[in-house]
């Protein structure tokens, strides 16, 4: 006689164990599904509440891309801004830099002893102070 005929037989012959197995079987089931079902509802309002997080996530990444978008214009702006301003400043130095030699040459000829201005002593007749 085999092992599984065996079984069969011994089973077959406790018919109380069978059913004892059967009580415990659903004993064991009615505390693990509900268990599984807790836990499952737990696990899908973390997932609804972590879907509402990264919803609330993604606004906010979006309003920070806009936002950056609208700092990296401005920056671009305040750029040609301030390279408007270099280029007006050069101009306004090599104008002075042009009006410096007539208005010495006149001051020359009328022989006029240049005053210090705004601190700094200009050249005199020869070059030099």
Known sequence: MSETQMCEIETVEDPQQV?????????????????????????????????????????????????????????ERLRGERAAMVKAFDDVVALLAALHGPMYEIARRLDVRPTPWAGVDAPGPNGGP
């Open 19 to 75: 059913t004892r197995w059967l009580t415990e079987s659903q004993q064991m089931l009615d505390r693990v599904i509900p268990a599984l079902i807790e836990e499952r509802d737990r696990l899908r309002q973390s997932l609804k509440a972590r879907d509402r997080e990264c919803e609330q996530l993604r606004g906010e990444l979006n309003e920070s891309r806009r936002n950056l978008g609208k700092l990296q214009s401005e920056l």
